[in-house]
């Protein structure tokens, strides 16, 4: 009996202690969320309040995650007649889109190449691609400008400044996509191919009709990672464009906020419309992302 009472009060114990452990991590998530969640609630909330007086008295303050007074859109509409905020939009979705559609099908397909055919030199190019991803982009940045401002283009133009492929084409080869896609092809077995290929299947349909299907997380995962990197390109598209017609947003924020008077209201509410669709294409998306991830984890 003496023992019964023993089990039962250290179960019991053990169950407080858990529920104490759980709660402490639950208390320690929520603190870390609202951290982390501080700068976006004050940037939506100061972007609603039309008094550039009153959002810069705020600041030092709790008010100023607070939204009272003067609120309205007023601060969304000053962008749109300021600036041609829905162009920079267009121009932002229409390049990102570009980089990653064709990014998925030529880093897969290189990837593919290197995962299942042998040919010479194919193990220094799969070191050659790793190696590339240590390479800062700033590193490359003045180099690959001075190419680019002396290459044709089917117009007649001799430089592609100022234009979209300037923004697309040195992007859609990445060497850590390839590699990303190259960790997952290695892993799927190739009893499906062997047996395609002996029905006489070309390389090519072994890759679309068997290895795409099956590839759908890691397709999702390198769309969603070159969408979130590119969405935010800033350095690149500020050396070749020189006016607002192939100005993507974040290089169009960095021209708003230049803008004299400075209005911190407006260049809240730009940030605003920046940030939302980001944060709902994630939400979106994010099961296939962390599946991805999960994947890779469990690989590595």
């Not at 229409?94 to 990653?100: E, M, N, T």
């Not at 559609?101 to 990837?111: R, T």
């Amino acid at each position: 009996m003496t023992q019964n009472t023993r089990k039962i009060s250290s179960s019991a114990s053990q169950s407080i202690q858990k529920r104490i452990r759980c709660t402490l991590s639950y208390l320690l998530m929520i603190l870390l969320a609202i951290v982390f969640l501080f700068p976006a609630i004050f940037m939506f909330v100061s972007s609603l309040k039309g008094n550039d007086s009153q959002l810069l008295a705020d600041m030092s303050t709790i008010k100023a995650f607070i939204p009272y007074g003067d609120i309205s859109l007023k601060n969304y509409a000053d962008v749109f007649q300021q600036v041609p905020f829905a162009l920079y939009m267009f121009n932002s979705i229409l390049i990102v889109s570009c980089i990653v559609f064709l990014g998925l099908f030529v880093n897969s397909l290189i990837a593919y190449a290197l995962a299942r055919m042998k040919f010479a030199a194919r193990t220094l190019l799969l070191s050659c691609i790793v190696a590339l991803i240590i390479v800062p982009f700033e590193a490359v940045a003045i180099p690959l400008l001075l190419m680019v401002n002396q290459l044709p283009w089917f117009d007649g133009s001799t430089t592609w400044l100022d234009s979209y492929h300037v923004q697309i084409i040195p992007f859609i080869a990445d060497a850590f996509s390839i590699y990303l896609f190259y960790q997952f092809f290695i892993g799927i077995p190739k009893d499906f191919e062997e047996a395609a290929l002996v029905e006489g299947a070309g390389r090519f349909r072994m890759y679309w009709q068997l290895i795409v299907p099956l590839s759908r997380p890691v397709f999702a995962s390198v769309a969603i990672l070159q969408f979130t990197v590119h969405i935010g390109d800033f350095l690149w598209p500020l050396l070749v464009t020189r006016g607002d017609t192939y100005r993507p947003l974040m290089v169009g924020l960095q021209a708003f906020f230049g803008l004299q008077p400075v209005r911190w209201g407006p260049i809240m509410a730009f940030a605003c419309m920046v940030t939302i669709p980001i944060l709902l294409l994630f939400f979106l998306f994010q099961k296939w992302f962390f599946n991805s991830i999960t994947s890779f984890v469990l690989k590595g």
